[in-house]
T-cell receptor, first 116, second 112 residues
């Protein structure tokens, strides 16, 4: 149980393109979803937290107009990197958490974004 | 502020036990987690422990928590080559157990 699907797994596109990444909880309802960014050989950096039906909460230093997050349903959150540039190239990972105090975060397999 | 620290590398031989250590600073942590990341993949939840527990065992995995010293360890018994990966320690920093702070990860290398 507790499967999180992230799509696409890899994207290569030109500078200036907007890229949408989807995160789905397949077998549970995710009241909270998280988006992380991971640089090579580094830990995960939390970008934003989104609760279903409300606006995402962004971490300090993360541009909300650059990284648009939509959590429209209890099983789907999307991250759109708008007008992507080479410095946005990174590994983006989502996680999802069901309702309840004892629920851990379950992670997707990540999206490797490469901006040329 | 919150900080989670881990040693960066650990090398063991197949069949030996591996012990990965982690220290954290936030005494109000509610849960502590161990995640495994294989190359190019996301994070797989291995196990987690509530802060009022001292030990949790799950098959080959044993988690020890010393809350006084804010020290967490993960022991992998009979380590296999398939255990080679990066292991992240993480603490939840709010009472609801939502937000996580991760360590930088320990790369475990298992040689046959």
């Amino acid at each position: 149980g507790a499967v999180v699907s992230q799509h696409p797994s890899r994207v290569i596109c030109k500078s200036g393109t907007s890229v949408k990444i989807e995160c789905r909880s397949l077998d549970f309802q995710a009241t909270t979803m998280f988006w992380y960014r991971q640089f090579p050989k580094q830990s995960l950096m939390l970008m934003a937290t989104s609760n279903e039906g409300s606006k995402a909460t962004y971490e300090q230093g993360v541009e909300k107009d650059k990284f648009l997050i939509n959590h429209a349903s209890l099983t789907l959150s999307t991250l759109t990197v708008t007008s992507a540039h080479p410095e946005d190239s990174s590994f983006y990972i989502c996680s999802a958490r069901a309702r309840g105090r004892d629920q851990p975060q379950h992670f997707g397999d990540g999206t490797r974004l490469s901006i040329l | 502020g919150e900080d989670v620290e881990q040693s960066l590398f650990l090398s063991v031989r197949e069949g030996d036990s591996s012990v990965i250590n982690c220290t954290y600073t936030d005494s109000s942590s509610t849960y502590l987690y161990w995640y495994k990341q294989e190359p190019g993949a996301g994070l797989q939840l291995l196990t987690y422990i509530f802060s009022n527990m001292d030990m949790k065992q799950d098959q080959r995995l044993t988690v020890l928590l010393n809350k006084k010293d804010k020290h967490l360890s993960l022991r992998i018994a009979d380590t296999q080559t398939g255990d080679s990966a990066i292991y992240f320690c993480a603490e939840s920093i709010d009472q609801a157990g939502t937000a996580l702070i991760f360590g930088k990860g320990t790369t475990l290398s298992v040689s046959s």
